[in-house]
């Protein structure tokens, strides 16, 4: 009697647990509903919305809050607000990048309907940064300048180089 009675106790406690851990886990019970989408496809799965935002973001070097504001009420993050400026040009980079890949690649759309950034996508440009550089590198020569002599252009590299 004693016995069963702990497991029973023992059991509430382990279910009380694990629905705790469910009601913490975002990615349990149903998927948020997107009430914002604007460029992206409405239908579009929660879980590959997901996926574009980490890549948004590992393309640009940022998190999340570069983008979305947080509620100041809640303390916590509004994904649906445009308060961010950085929101709104996300979505032209976006549309800039459909245009790229379909007008000058001529890719395909995907089942959603996306254009499918087959040659070129954030991180083309960004490459892990928010603001791509545009200043071309100099042209590394030896030190002390161009080789004497005055050939007008330096040598061809060396294959392999
Ligand atoms: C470079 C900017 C940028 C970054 C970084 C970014 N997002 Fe987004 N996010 C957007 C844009 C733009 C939209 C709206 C897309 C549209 O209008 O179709 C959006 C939409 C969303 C939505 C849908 C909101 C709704 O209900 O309409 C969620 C959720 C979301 N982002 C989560 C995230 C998370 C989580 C991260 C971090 C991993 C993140 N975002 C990083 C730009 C960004
Ligand atoms: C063809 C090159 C190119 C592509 C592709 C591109 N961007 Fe950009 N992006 C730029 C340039 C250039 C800037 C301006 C940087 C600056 O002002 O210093 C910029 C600026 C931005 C900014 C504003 C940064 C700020 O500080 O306000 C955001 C946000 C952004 N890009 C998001 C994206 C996202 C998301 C994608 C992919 C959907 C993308 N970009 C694809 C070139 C590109």
């Known amino acids: 009697m004693m016995i069963s009675k702990k497991l029973a106790i023992t059991a509430g406690l382990f279910g009380a ?14 998927p948020p509903k997107l ?13 590959q919305l997901d996926h574009i935002m980490d890549t948004w973001a590992a393309s640009l070097g940022v998190h999340c809050n ?14 649906a607000s445009d308060a961010k400026p950085e929101k709104e040009t ?9 245009k790229i890949n379909k007008k000058f690649f001529k890719a395909e ?12 996508n954030c991180y083309t440009c960004h490459h892990g940064t928010a603001h ?4 071309i ?5 030896g030190p002390g300048g161009p080789p004497p002599g005055g050939a007008g252009s330096p040598p061809p590299p060396a294959p392999g180089q």
């Open 17 to 30: 647990m694990a629905l705790g851990i469910a009601a913490s886990m975002p990615q349990q019970g149903p």
């Open 35 to 47: 009430q914002n989408l604007k460029v992206l496809p409405k239908n579009i799965p929660f879980k």
């Open 66 to 79: 570069f983008c979305h504001a947080r509620n100041e009420q809640t303390n916590k993050m509004d994904f």
């Open 90 to 98: 996300a979505r032209h980079m976006f549309a800039m990048t459909s």
């Open 109 to 120: 759309k995907d089942s959603l309907g996306m254009v499918m950034e087959s040659s070129v």
């Open 132 to 135: 791509p550089e545009i200043k």
């Open 137 to 141: 590198p100099e042209r590394q020569h």
